[in-house]
Nanobody, 116 residues
């Protein structure tokens, strides 16, 4: 079974930056896709950014131009570089991996807090 371990969350002031990491326990090139989601208190979990096996990337409108997704296949890790952070970016960020069309797994989540 694949496991995901997230890291890099924390507290930052508005306008600051953070980089989240999601390390998988197997070759990420064998995964259909990986993505970052976030869930703020009282809100539904939403997609932030996703990357497919073929390196196609997509972003939520709310983060387009501020967040950048990248991967290091050698380290089996996907990164989310978050710049120009806003208080509304405050949430628990979760990494998700699509093992196949019908099976996905989630990481444990990492808290991102942006102070105004």
């Amino acid at each position: 079974q694949v496991q995901l371990v997230e890291s890099g969350g924390g507290l930052v002031q508005a306008g600051g930056s953070l980089r989240l990491s999601c390390a998988a326990s197997r070759n990420i090139f064998t995964l259909n896709a990986m993505g970052w989601y976030r869930q703020a208190p009282g809100k539904q979990r939403e997609l932030v950014a996703a990357i497919t096996r073929l390196n196609s990337k997509s972003y939520a409108d709310s983060v387009e131009g501020r967040f950048t997704l990248s991967r290091d296949i050698g380290k089996n890790t996907v990164y989310l570089q978050m710049n120009s952070l806003k208080p509304e970016d405050t949430a628990v960020y979760f990494c998700k991996a699509d093992l196949s069309t019908w099976e996905s797994i989630w990481g444990q989540g990492t808290q991102v807090t942006v102070s105004s």
